[in-house]
């Protein structure tokens, strides 16, 4: 699992991105507006992106799905399908450097 982390405007969704055009795989982003702007500036496919509520009507759910996800704002993510009562998660990350909180 690839872990990518920095605060707002430090390059996590390009980050991503890379990671997609080398290795392949979708990038989940929030928004259609979001998805549209990557597809318009030629960032990525139509293939290449989907929108959280299409990747879950397309697979169901993502354990079922043999595709590659990269999840662009996971914290958007958990609280659109979790909701919003969701305030922590923890995640196991052997060979990731601790971010300081």
């Known amino acids: 699992m690839n872990i990518v982390h920095g605060g707002r405007g430090s390059g996590k969704t390009t980050r991503l991105i890379q990671k997609i055009k080398e290795f392949g795989g979708v990038l989940l982003v929030s928004s259609e507006t979001i998805k549209k702007n990557l597809i318009a500036g030629e960032v990525l496919t139509k293939d290449q992106v989907l929108t959280f509520r299409e990747a879950m009507s397309v697979s169901g759910n993502f354990v079922s799905s043999n ?3 990269y999840i ?3 914290e958007l993510f958990i609280e659109k399908f979790v909701g919003p009562g969701c305030i922590g ?3 196991d990350t052997p060979n990731f450097e601790r971010a300081k909180l």
Request: glycine letters at 0%; aromatic letters at 22%; one cysteine or more.
């Open 72 to 74: 662009d704002c996971m």
């Open 67 to 69: 595709k590659k996800y």
């Open 89 to 91: 998660f923890s995640i």
